[in-house]
């Protein structure tokens, strides 16, 4: 069956040319929870809305296009810089928006799809709880009281959704729909859909498959909360690989501390035994070294000790 390619919002058709194809060296070799309480019908109705505005014409969605990373509701294309080579984008786009689960934030969002933003209101308010339970669960696995994760995080989180629509691709051996990484906030929850796998994790120097399972989320613990917790939860390295008939939609909904979060290994965690692996930093400056390596993401947090 012939393959419809599909345009990018900057009015640029996914073929697989130069400008999309990895160095050999990095081409792909082709943790979940259930019981969440976020009904399926949910989770059903926010990955079809957001399917539908990927499918709006090319240049409904380029209103949208921006390279700059402040801006809240933006679509943009990942890339990754090549030694020999230069800028490789990869296969997928991207929209990213606020969220909460209380204030109003529609009024950010699309008019187009018209239900998008009924829908989101709905699932950010469900999110909101889970997001609520998962700190508590965290705080007392460290041994906290259940609301300590939450307050070094902050008052005013950052509150962000990045949606990554990746289209099928001729070849998926010779591209990537998102480049390894590490996320930089405290936690994500990721929502993808059924039946079509493209997620890796990085274990033991090798990538895994995390398959979707049915009326799960997967939990990714970020670079925040390796550095609160003292290296006792790991912020895992992770990638996105294409497939060749198929495509495949992810929706994560992030949490990150307040700008002036104070973030260090939390005081309770440090002993005559367990020392303080990493400095404390405000997030902001850590967010500001971020961007000025140029978005060159690592899988130690930038201020550790070693």
């Given at each position: 069956?012939?393959?419809?390619?599909?345009?990018?919002?900057?009015?640029?058709?996914?073929?697989?040319?130069?400008?999309?194809?990895?160095?050999?060296?990095?081409?792909?070799?082709?943790?979940?929870?259930?019981?969440?309480?976020?009904?399926?019908?949910?989770?059903?109705?926010?990955?079809?809305?957001?399917?539908?505005?990927f499918q709006l014409?090319?240049?409904?969605?380029?209103?949208?296009?921006?390279?700059?990373?402040?801006?809240?509701?933006?679509?943009?294309?990942?890339?990754?810089?090549?030694?020999?080579?230069?800028?490789?984008?990869?296969?997928?786009?991207?929209?990213?928006?606020?969220?909460?689960?209380?204030?109003?934030?529609?009024?950010?969002?699309?008019?187009?799809?018209?239900?998008?933003?009924?829908?989101?209101?709905?699932?950010?308010?469900?999110?909101?709880?889970?997001?609520?339970?998962?700190?508590?669960?965290?705080?007392?696995?460290?041994?906290?009281?259940?609301?300590?994760?939450?307050?070094r995080i902050g008052?005013?989180?950052?509150?962000?959704?990045?949606?990554?629509?990746?289209?099928?691709?001729?070849?998926?051996?010779?591209?990537?729909?998102?480049?390894?990484?590490?996320?930089?906030?405290?936690?994500?929850?990721?929502?993808?859909?059924?039946?079509?796998?493209?997620?890796?994790?990085?274990?033991?120097?090798?990538?895994?498959?995390?398959?979707?399972?049915?009326?799960?989320?997967?939990?990714?613990?970020?670079?925040?909360?390796?550095?609160?917790?003292?290296?006792?939860?790991?912020?895992?390295?992770?990638?996105?690989?294409?497939?060749?008939?198929?495509?495949?939609?992810?929706?994560?909904?992030?949490?990150?501390?307040?700008?002036?979060?104070?973030?260090?290994?939390?005081?309770?965690?440090?002993?005559?035994?367990?020392f303080p692996k990493?400095?404390?930093?405000?997030?902001?400056?850590?967010?500001?070294?971020?961007?000025?390596?140029?978005?060159?993401?690592?899988?130690?947090?930038?201020?550790?000790?070693?």
């Amino acid at each position: 069956m012939e393959m419809t390619p599909y345009q990018l919002a900057n009015n640029t058709p996914l073929t697989l040319s130069p400008n999309f194809i990895l160095p050999e060296d990095k081409r792909p070799n082709l943790s979940e929870i259930i019981n969440h309480e976020v009904p399926r019908e949910l989770c059903q109705k926010v990955l079809a809305v957001v399917t539908e505005f990927f499918q709006l014409p090319p240049e409904e969605r380029a209103q949208y296009l921006t390279k700059d990373h402040s801006k809240q509701v933006k679509v943009f294309n990942y890339y990754q810089k090549y030694e020999g080579i230069g800028k490789v984008t990869m296969w997928s786009e991207t929209f990213s928006h606020p969220w909460h689960p209380t204030e109003n934030f529609t009024h950010l969002l699309p008019t187009n799809p018209p239900q998008y933003r009924e829908v989101f209101a709905e699932y950010a308010r469900a999110i909101g709880v889970l997001f609520d339970r998962l700190l508590s669960l965290i705080s007392r696995g460290l041994g906290l009281d259940k609301d300590c994760l939450k307050r070094r995080i902050g008052e005013k989180p950052g509150l962000h959704t990045i949606a990554n629509y990746y289209p099928a691709c001729p070849d998926p051996e010779l591209t990537m729909g998102l480049p390894d990484h590490n996320d930089l906030g405290s936690i994500a929850v990721l929502l993808q859909v059924e039946g079509v796998t493209g997620l890796q994790v990085i274990k033991d120097g090798k990538w895994l498959t995390v398959d979707p399972v049915p009326d799960a989320f997967v939990i990714n613990l970020a670079d925040q909360t390796q550095v609160l917790s003292n290296g006792k939860f790991k912020s895992i390295g992770h990638r996105a690989v294409t497939k060749k008939l198929l495509p495949r939609l992810s929706l994560g909904m992030l949490y990150t501390p307040s700008e002036d979060a104070v973030i260090g290994p939390i005081e309770d965690l440090i002993n005559e035994e367990h020392f303080p692996k990493y400095r404390n930093y405000i997030f902001k400056e850590y967010m500001e070294e971020f961007y000025w390596q140029e978005g060159k993401r690592r899988r130690v947090p930038i201020y550790g000790y070693y």
